[in-house]
């Protein structure tokens, strides 16, 4: 009886313990969100997204709707790259490279990539693709959210495709296919929902970023979206609004901050529900 | 009866694993031959050699020849797809692809590059009532086929087997996954198939392989024990083992 009591009591002290600490976790979360929504819901207003930057002086006047657009191309672009790249070396992983051992490798290499701090991969990108080139650019800020997406989608990619029975392709190989045609016929589409899940994830995971995008494509007041000039980014705005002494910029700030907010918690509701519409169709 | 195809001094290694042990037996044409054997004998590793889906994985190895038509069909030359497409094969659990009941019917005739529509919805109509499934499905037919019973999923491959005229259809204990009802219809299916096709068929059921198969072989550690009509094997087999084997009282 008093080892069972002993686990009881284990079990009572762990239990608090996590709950305490998730409990935690999700008020500080739902302290930023109502922060975001309450600050930034009262400062929206319509010219946020139609109109350029204007002085903090200039009362009533002044958005940011360039920055939306810019960050929207940069985040597109690197989606372009990085998905399908992130979709393909993940299908090499799991179709061809099972038991090899390179592909363990660089499995465990994009496990890794994926923690790496998006700053760093900034200032790589500022290394390779800003100082060489002469100045900020649009290519360079696009790569560096490419390369922040390429291992989160090899690795979804890998895992998702792990997940169909390797009898579903012994079916297809048994009438005679031809494995990229296994693959694509039967593998990807069996796995579309979560490589689709995947993909909206990490687009999300990028929307927001701050910190690739400093040392990259940095920012534009202009309203000019040409990817070899800096190019103008919602939150690299919203750093810099946020910084300002100015009432107006801050206000600016937090309406900017709550569209990116909605947005990336919309993207990630998206990708989640298609998983789950999956389950039922 | 003629020989479909003749197994001769086939061995098989997973990377150093002897698997298969010397065997040799004829696969008659039009007829069901059983594959029977303890757990791990090597009914499934012989089954898988026929349409050389061992081809799949690294450091498989064949040693011997199961010949078709007077030509190896393990030797280097030979299309596997082709082979493939000649040698059906249905699992223990049902495979249907993630696609509509049409589409997967239609999936070996697509490879083959039958696109013309109306050809496609004839041969698809003819296996899916071949496999005795038609009327069950032909309201459905363009709906997802992962709606359908277990039975009803595997009466759908093989009807997805039958479409692409097989010549062999290889089971690897097709009904065990399924309900008595269903697993019925199967046999009943097989027994019927075999006017047009060549059935080798893996089985851990006893009565099952008497009562649907012309021949059995019974395998052991990777060796084959006997080969014979199925009566001869179920009433007065020459192996001691055989006998203890079909009466239950051993493996
Ligand atoms: N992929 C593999 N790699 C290595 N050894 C294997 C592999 N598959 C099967 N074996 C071995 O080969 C032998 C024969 O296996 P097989 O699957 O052919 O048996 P089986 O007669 O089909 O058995 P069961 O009735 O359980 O399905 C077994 O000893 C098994 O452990
Ligand atoms: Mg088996």
Partial sequence: MDHLKSRKLKNLVAMTLATLCAAAGLALLFVILYDVLVEGLGALKLRLFTQDPAPPNLADA?????????????????????????????????????NSRICRLI?????????????????????????????????????????????????????????????????????????????????????????FTGALLAIARVAGETAPLLFTSFNSNFFKLNLSEAVPSITVSIYQYAASPYESWTEMAW?????????????????????KFKKVG | MEDLLEVKNLSFFYGADQALKDVTLPIRKNSITSLIGPSGCGKTTLLRCFNRMHDLYPKNRYAGEILMAGRNILSDGVDVLKLRNAMGMVFQK?????MSVFDNVA??????????????????????????V??????????NAAGLSGGQQQRLVIARTLAV?????????????????SAKKIEE????????????AVTHNMQQAARISDYTALMYLGSLVEFDETGVIFTKPKHKMTEDYVTGRFG
């Fill in chain 1, 255 to 275: 309406a900017a901050a709550f569209v990116v907010t909605v947005f990336v918690l919309l993207l990630n509701l998206v990708g989640r529900a298609a998983l």
């Fill in chain 1, 107 to 195: 499995s465990a290499l994009s496990d890794m990539a994926v923690s790496i701090p998006s700053i760093v991969i900034g200032a790589f990108a500022y290394a390779v693709l800003v100082k060489p080139m002469g100045g900020f650019n649009g290519w360079a800020g696009a790569a560096a959210l490419a390369i922040i997406i390429l291992p989160i989608i090899l690795r979804t990619t890998e895992e998702m495709l792990n997940i169909v029975p390797w009898e579903l392709r012994e079916a297809a190989f048994a009438l005679g296919a031809p494995q990229h045609k296994v693959i694509i016929g039967i593998v990807w589409r069996s796995a579309k929902s979560g490589l």
């Fill in chain 2, 134 to 143: 038609w009327d069950e499905v032909k309201d459905r037919l363009h709906r």
């Fill in chain 2, 94 to 98: 049902p495979t249907p692809f993630p």
């Fill in chain 2, 165 to 181: 005229e097989p010549k062999v259809i290889l089971f690897d204990e097709s009904t065990s996954a399924l309900d008595p009802i």
């Fill in chain 2, 107 to 132: 999936y070996g005739l697509r490879l083959k590059s039958v696109r013309n529509m109306s050809a496609l919805r004839e041969k698809v109509e003819k296996a899916l009532r071949q496999a005795a």
């Fill in chain 2, 189 to 200: 299916l097989m027994a019927e198939l075999k006017k047009e096709v060549t059935i080798v």
């Fill in chain 1, 62 to 98: 002044g958005g940011l709707r360039g920055a939306f657009l810019g960050q929207g191309l940069l985040t597109l672009v690197a989606a372009a790259v990085g998905v399908p790249a992130g979709v393909m070396g993940g299908t090499f992983l799991a179709e061809y490279g099972r």
